[in-house]
């Protein structure tokens, strides 16, 4: 029987999905949390043949936070990896742009196709010989425990000598945690998000992102700007309750000003702050070597090849060339501020000076966010964040007219109402749509919240594929700028459906 194949991988790995009608169950019983996370996770563990003693051996740098985690560890991935060649370092992160596999790196390269393939069915196998062991605990875990289980089969087996592990969701009872003593552990900029699962309240995500602080360990937070409420204090106390080895709160470095750092962005510096203090201790703790520069030399060409997909990302569209794709995946109003604060920019959106409309370029916007996210405040955010920024730079442009085209599509790959195996949702796929979609919404919201703006400028789409084609049947021979924005599953839809890839992601 010939070897199983990676769509075989995928096709498997899509089964682990909850379908809407679950996910809507579990919503309407006001659960927030399944207590026995953490537990079920640890047997999972178990059941694949690993020991707490395999997961410490994998010198875990521990990452949550509600912004810029993704873009901390991929800072602190680039750094380990220039300023110690030798290392193997690897990079566990969520969700994936256009590949599955894209979850999973080595030294800054995904799995391949065959290796995905390969740790796929080993863990699937151990899964299938090794039955629950406490009654009333699942058989086979869900689609991300059972990616997180992957990866830690599969640095194991690669023999990394770090791991950088980003949260999913929260902190405590995320399927990650369950490193009992990784090296160090780092907290990024929090705000409102995943309430179902988290809580209602700043402080209650706050609490539970905390849960990823150890005894004995480094626990690390980024300067916290939430209005009213001391979230450090929070932390704080979590950090002392667990003993920690130490509590740090990480403050903007100035001297990164100097540096191109090789993500954009001014909310950027934050993150790569973090990053560096987080390889300052990760390597403290491996070879003693001690830097009493605030951004050591060897730390530098970490910083400024840093790369991460989909995260204020510029894109010269390989097959017009008069189109620029700006990617970014904010998906909370914390990050879509600073995802306009990079695009409304002199330096991007050309408005520095007054021009005649004929002679800037046509802007476009697509946008989505998933069900339970508040539509009609993230265009409002987006719309606040233009106006302020116009006005930062003195721009005669008027905030409602920044836009020539705005597009809201779902997450569906295809016009066919098919997704790219990699891309697939289950919960979307089996949603029963009664009334109007969200893109229908944010359609009636963009034009009850900008009134004058043209209605034949404003679409409301099915399929991402629907979306391009309205971009570049607009577009025409005129320079277009196109930001896509709202969710990370779009961005990925975007680049695969444009044909972006291969200079979006370049190492798949």
């Given at each position: 029987m010939?070897a199983?194949?990676?769509?075989d991988a995928?096709?498997s790995?899509?089964?682990?999905?909850?379908?809407?009608?679950?996910?809507?169950?579990i919503r309407?019983s006001g659960?927030?949390n399944?207590?026995?996370?953490?537990?079920?996770?640890?047997?999972?563990?178990?059941r694949?043949g690993?020991?707490?003693?395999?997961?410490?051996?994998?010198?875990v740098?521990?990452?949550?936070?509600t912004?810029?985690?993704?873009?901390?560890?991929?800072?602190?991935?680039s750094?380990?990896?220039?300023?110690?060649p030798g290392?193997k370092?690897?990079?566990?992160?969520?969700?994936?742009?256009?590949?599955?596999?894209e979850?999973i790196?080595?030294?800054?390269?995904p799995?391949?196709?065959e290796?995905?393939?390969?740790?796929?069915?080993?863990?699937w196998?151990k899964l299938?010989?090794?039955p629950?062991i406490?009654?009333?605990f699942p058989p086979m875990p869900g689609?991300?425990r059972?990616?997180t289980?992957?990866?830690?089969h599969?640095?194991?087996?690669?023999?990394v000598?770090?791991?950088i592990?980003e949260?999913?969701?929260?902190g405590?009872?995320?399927?990650?945690?369950?490193?009992?003593?990784?090296?160090?552990?780092?907290i990024?900029?929090?705000g409102?998000?995943?309430i179902?699962?988290?809580?209602?309240?700043?402080?209650?995500?706050?609490?539970?992102?905390?849960g990823?602080?150890?005894?004995?360990v480094p626990?690390?937070?980024?300067?916290?700007h939430?209005p009213?409420?001391?979230?450090?204090?929070?932390l704080?106390?979590?950090?002392t309750?667990?003993?920690?080895?130490e509590?740090?709160?990480v403050k903007?470095?100035?001297?990164?000003?100097?540096?191109?750092?090789?993500?954009?962005g001014?909310?950027?510096?934050?993150?790569?702050?973090l990053?560096?203090?987080?390889?300052?201790?990760?390597?403290l703790k491996?070879?003693g070597?001690?830097y009493?520069?605030?951004?050591p030399?060897?730390?530098?060409?970490?910083l400024e090849?840093?790369?991460?997909?989909g995260r204020?990302?510029?894109?010269?569209?390989?097959?017009?060339?008069?189109?620029?794709?700006y990617?970014d995946?904010?998906?909370?109003?914390e990050?879509?501020k600073?995802?306009i604060?990079?695009?409304?920019?002199?330096?991007?959106s050309?408005?520095?000076?007054?021009?005649?409309?004929?002679?800037?370029?046509?802007?476009?916007l697509?946008?989505?966010?998933?069900?339970?996210?508040?539509?009609?405040t993230f265009?409002g955010?987006i719309?606040?964040?233009?106006?302020t920024q116009?006005?930062a730079?003195?721009?005669?442009?008027?905030s409602?007219?920044?836009?020539?085209?705005?597009?809201?599509?779902?997450?569906?790959?295809?016009?066919?109402g098919?997704?790219?195996?990699?891309?697939?949702?289950?919960?979307?796929a089996t949603a029963?749509?009664?009334?109007?979609?969200?893109?229908?919404?944010?359609?009636l919201?963009?034009s009850?919240?900008?009134?004058?703006?043209p209605?034949?400028?404003?679409?409301?789409l099915?399929?991402?594929?629907?979306?391009i084609?309205?971009?570049?049947e607009?577009?025409?021979t005129?320079?277009?700028?196109?930001?896509v924005?709202g969710?990370?599953h779009l961005i990925g839809?975007v680049?695969e459906?444009?044909?972006?890839s291969?200079?979006?992601?370049?190492d798949?």
């Open positions: 010939s199983k194949s990676y769509q995928i096709s790995l899509n089964t682990l999905q909850s379908n809407a009608a679950t996910l809507a169950a309407a659960i927030l399944n207590m026995n996370a953490i537990a079920e996770m640890n047997e999972f563990v178990t694949i690993l020991t707490p003693d395999d997961l410490n051996d994998l010198n740098i521990h990452i949550t936070g912004k810029g985690k993704g873009s901390t560890s991929a800072f602190t991935d750094i380990l990896r220039h300023a110690r290392m370092v690897g990079l566990y992160t969520s969700p994936h742009l256009v590949a599955v596999r979850r790196r080595v030294n800054g390269r799995l391949s196709e290796e995905f393939a390969k740790y796929f069915f080993q863990v196998k299938q010989d090794n629950p406490t009654p009333g689609y991300f059972y990616l289980l992957m990866a830690f599969a640095f194991k087996d690669l023999k000598d770090a791991t592990l949260v999913g969701i929260g405590g009872g995320d399927s990650t945690n369950v490193v009992p003593k990784p090296v160090v552990t780092g990024t900029s929090l409102m998000d995943h179902a699962v988290l809580g209602g309240t700043i402080e209650a995500i706050a609490r539970q992102k905390a990823i602080y150890k005894k004995d626990a690390l937070a980024v300067e916290q939430y009213s409420t001391d979230l450090e204090a929070i704080r106390e979590t950090a309750n667990v003993k920690v080895s509590f740090s709160v903007e470095l100035s001297a990164l000003k100097d540096i191109k750092l090789g993500l954009s001014r909310h950027q510096l934050l993150n790569a702050s990053a560096v203090e987080l390889a300052r201790a990760f390597i491996g070879d070597a001690s009493s520069d605030p951004i030399e060897d730390f530098v060409a970490g090849n840093t790369k991460w997909p204020c990302q510029t894109v010269f569209d390989p097959n017009y060339s008069s189109t620029t794709w990617l995946g904010a998906h909370t109003d990050s879509l600073c995802c604060e990079w695009f409304a920019n002199p330096s991007v050309n408005f520095d000076r007054p021009t005649a409309d004929a002679c800037r370029p046509q802007r476009v697509i946008f989505n966010c998933t069900h339970g996210r508040s539509g009609e265009l955010v719309l606040n964040g233009i106006k116009l006005s730079f003195n721009s005669p442009e008027e409602s007219r920044f836009f020539d085209q705005v597009v809201f599509c779902s997450n569906v790959t295809y016009t066919d098919h997704f790219k195996g990699d891309l697939t949702s289950i919960a979307l029963q749509h009664t009334g109007p979609t969200v893109q229908d919404q944010l359609k919201a963009w009850s919240i900008v009134k004058e703006f209605v034949d400028a404003v679409h409301s099915p399929s991402i594929e629907h979306a084609r309205k971009v570049r607009h577009a025409g005129r320079r277009t700028d196109i930001l924005t969710s990370l839809g680049i459906v444009a044909g972006l291969p200079v979006a992601l370049g798949l």
